[in-house]
């Protein structure tokens, strides 16, 4: 069996930047093992398969659908082009304020002392969301070392499947030009760190809209990879993320 597969950097217009992802392009349904199997080969964050719906379609015609539907794990995704970018429809959900001794051993685990200005929690993804201290600085969230490995020792309620780090963008200087930068921590899933992170966005669009009272906003994840997102709130409650991509490898699997 050979398959057509590619990578593909998101989130970002340079190669080796962004979150990474594999593609692969189904001539004929495969079972549930076989895809299980192919994306552990990948060892990405996300693995697609696409199935043609008709034995007739031919993946080398332009598609000309100007919105594409993927069927996961938490729903429906839509993604559509707009110039060189790729913007996903995803849901909002609200962060809740959370007192801080129910999670201080989460925090403190994570980030020692590190000061800590707001915290909020997310019950629809199970994000806990820490806003560092306005005094410090991108740099600052960049070189943070963050001790992930005990975290799901520390945490096994279930309650926290994923910590997000955030600070609020400042003016002048290389920090110019975004509204809020983030890095996002999953152990509970096994992974240590995420290069950009849709999902986190979904809960970061909806705090910072609000702390800074704006729909439209521009985003750094601040992993070592690194990622841009456009931001923009909806009326129906829901966000769309915009941002770049770029294709790193064409081959073939041979399975």
């Not at 080796?16 to 593609?23: I, K, T």
């Not at 070392?145 to 279930?158: A, D, F, S, Y």
Request: charged share 25%; with cysteine; glycine share 8%.
């Amino acid at each position: 069996m050979k398959l057509p597969i590619f990578i593909a950097d998101a989130f970002t217009a340079r190669a080796f930047r962004g979150n990474p992802a594999a593609v692969c392009l189904l001539e004929n349904k495969l079972d549930e093992d076989m895809h299980q199997k192919i994306a552990r080969e990948m060892n990405l964050s996300e693995t697609a398969f696409i199935r043609k719906l008709h034995p007739t379609d031919d993946f080398t015609q332009k598609n000309t659908n100007s919105t594409l539907t993927f069927v996961t794990l938490s729903g429906e995704l839509k993604a559509k082009r707009a110039d060189d970018d790729i913007i996903l429809d995803l849901p909002l959900y609200p962060a809740h304020p959370q007192d801080f001794h129910e999670v201080e051993d989460v925090i403190k685990t994570a980030i020692g002392d590190t000061l800590v200005q707001d915290i909020r929690y997310s019950p629809d993804t199970r994000k806990l969301l820490v806003r560092l201290s306005d005094t410090y600085d991108r740099s600052f969230l960049e070189n943070l070392k963050v001790n992930t490995e005990t975290l799901p020792q520390v945490e096994k309620t279930g309650k926290v499947k994923g910590l997000i780090l955030t600070l609020k963008g400042q003016s002048g200087g290389q920090t110019q030009g975004f509204d809020f930068y983030s890095r996002y921590f999953a152990p509970w899933f096994g992974v240590a760190e995420d290069p950009v992170t849709g999902s986190a966005h979904t809960v970061l669009s909806s705090y910072w809209s609000q702390e800074l009272g704006k729909t439209e906003m521009r985003a750094l994840q601040c992993s070592c990879r690194g990622g841009e997102l456009g931001i923009s709130l909806c009326p129906d409650g829901r966000v769309n993320l915009r941002g770049g991509a770029a294709i790193v490898l064409e081959g073939t699997l041979t399975a």
